[in-house]
């Protein structure tokens, strides 16, 4: 049925579809639902406690049978300098006039914890089928911690050099980030923002430099793009915005609005939001400081100063500080509910597929719920 099986074999899933794990915007419901159609469904942990984690999964375990990727953040735990933070609010400074709010007030703390001994030992007693890191891997000890579990180890590269390292350091699997996908760049061997590269230039260039099972991502909405990530040497497809269009996506009103009125120059990288690159819709805070700004500190802090001002503004029905992550692909949505639009997106690769002639999707499309 598909040209390339290695992650179903893995996995013992239908089709070559994988969840992206999203903080923030999902929970288990999502995953449960993509899982039901065939794909892997994921869980984004970066954000929850350990036993916000075992419910979400005991939550998964109970609706169905399959395999779950629990997602996490491995970046450096840097301290936020006052220096740093002081330059920052006074960057802002306009913006807490206009809204009436208090400059000097105290702010909330970042919310994104790295992978930790603590989390390992989470893994150990779920017992995972895959669990997926961005920016690298964490360290050696953790990972082998975490294979020894039983789990798969994904994590995701946006440069070839990125692929190469995350093999030679453990890694089962390649998530090949294109520099479309929405969300936070997975980036960590360096800062280039401006050297990142396109899915289609990425994926045929990690799977010839690597021995191991490629995902693509990056801008995939639609059958089209799974087929043509399949075609360029991916073993499958991960989707994440166009998931976020699915009534079982967490997002406000508000994200779901922006989403609805995307075009395909309406989003840009931007570190504003959490002081790492990410893509999001474009807001007036973007616009007007501009997307990368070197006052931004450093992750994922930079939120914190931006909170006060992003919960007047969604109060007064506005998203001009808020972070609306988002794809470029994103004009290729649909609301449909996330089961029923993974069983279509199969159906619509395999289509394609077909008429490509690749081998093995020789068979009939799917039935749609």
């Given at each position: 049925?598909?040209?390339?099986?290695?992650?179903?074999?893995?996995?013992?899933?239908?089709?070559?579809?994988?969840?992206?794990?999203?903080?923030?915007?999902?929970?288990?419901?999502?995953?449960?639902?993509?899982?039901?159609?065939?794909?892997?469904?994921?869980?984004?942990?970066?954000?929850?406690?350990?036993?916000?984690?075992?419910?979400?999964?005991?939550?998964?375990?109970?609706?169905?049978?399959?395999?779950?990727?629990?997602?996490?953040?491995?970046?450096?735990?840097?301290?936020?300098?006052?220096?740093?933070?002081?330059?920052?609010?006074?960057?802002?400074?306009?913006?807490?006039?206009?809204?009436?709010?208090?400059?000097?007030?105290?702010?909330?703390?970042?919310?994104?914890?790295?992978?930790?001994?603590?989390?390992?030992?989470?893994?150990?007693?779920?017992?995972?089928?895959?669990?997926?890191?961005?920016?690298?891997?964490?360290?050696?000890?953790?990972?082998?911690?975490?294979?020894?579990?039983?789990?798969?180890?994904?994590?995701?590269?946006?440069?070839?050099?990125?692929?190469?390292?995350?093999?030679?350091?453990?890694?089962?699997?390649?998530?090949?980030?294109?520099?479309?996908?929405?969300?936070h760049r997975g980036m960590f061997l360096d800062?280039?923002?401006?050297?990142?590269?396109?899915?289609?230039?990425?994926?045929?260039?990690?799977?010839?430099?690597?021995?191991?099972?490629?995902?693509?991502?990056?801008?995939?909405?639609?059958?089209?793009?799974?087929?043509?990530?399949?075609?360029?040497?991916?073993?499958?497809?991960?989707?994440?915005?166009?998931?976020?269009?699915?009534?079982?996506?967490?997002?406000?009103?508000?994200?779901?609005?922006?989403?609805?009125?995307?075009?395909?120059?309406?989003?840009?990288?931007?570190?504003?939001?959490?002081?790492?690159?990410?893509?999001?819709?474009?807001?007036?805070?973007?616009?007007?400081?501009?997307?990368?700004?070197?006052?931004?500190?450093?992750?994922?802090?930079?939120?914190?100063?931006?909170?006060?001002l992003r919960i007047e503004a969604e109060k007064?029905?506005?998203?001009?500080?808020?972070?609306?992550?988002?794809?470029?692909?994103?004009?290729?949505?649909?609301?449909?509910?996330?089961?029923?639009?993974?069983?279509?997106?199969?159906?619509?690769?395999?289509?394609?597929?077909?008429?490509?002639?690749?081998?093995?999707?020789?068979?009939?499309?799917?039935?749609?719920?």
């Open positions: 049925m598909w040209p390339n099986h290695s992650l179903l074999d893995l996995l013992h899933i239908e089709h070559p579809i994988v969840q992206s794990p999203m903080a923030g915007a999902q929970d288990s419901e999502l995953a449960i639902a993509v899982a039901r159609a065939g794909g892997l469904g994921s869980l984004a942990c970066a954000m929850l406690s350990p036993d916000q984690i075992r419910e979400q999964v005991a939550l998964f375990r109970q609706a169905v049978s399959a395999p779950i990727n629990l997602n996490f953040f491995c970046h450096e735990d840097l301290r936020l300098e006052q220096e740093a933070l002081q330059e920052w609010r006074l960057r802002l400074m306009p913006y807490y006039q206009e809204y009436g709010l208090d400059p000097n007030q105290e702010l909330p703390k970042a919310a994104r914890a790295p992978f930790s001994p603590v989390h390992a030992e989470l893994v150990e007693a779920i017992r995972p089928e895959v669990v997926s890191f961005h920016f690298g891997l964490p360290t050696a000890d953790l990972v082998e911690r975490v294979k020894k579990s039983g789990a798969l180890v994904m994590s995701s590269a946006t440069t070839t050099a990125e692929a190469v390292w995350l093999q030679e350091h453990g890694a089962d699997i390649i998530i090949a980030q294109g520099v479309e996908a929405g969300g800062n280039k923002v401006h050297t990142q590269v396109g899915t289609l230039s990425l994926v045929p260039q990690i799977a010839d430099a690597v021995s191991i099972p490629v995902i693509a991502a990056g801008g995939i909405a639609d059958g089209r793009g799974i087929a043509a990530a399949l075609a360029l040497g991916a073993c499958a497809a991960q989707i994440g915005t166009a998931y976020l269009f699915c009534p079982e996506s967490k997002i406000s009103p508000l994200h779901r609005e922006a989403l609805g009125q995307s075009r395909s120059d309406g989003t840009a990288l931007t570190n504003l939001f959490s002081g790492r690159p990410a893509r999001s819709i474009r807001t007036r805070l973007m616009d007007e400081i501009g997307p990368l700004s070197d006052s931004a500190p450093v992750f994922p802090h930079a939120g914190s100063a931006l909170s006060p007064q029905g506005r998203s001009e500080f808020t972070s609306l992550w988002s794809g470029q692909s994103a004009a290729l949505g649909r609301a449909l509910p996330a089961e029923q639009l993974t069983l279509v997106l199969a159906q619509e690769a395999q289509g394609v597929c077909k008429r490509l002639g690749l081998a093995g999707a020789t068979h009939a499309p799917l039935d749609q719920p």
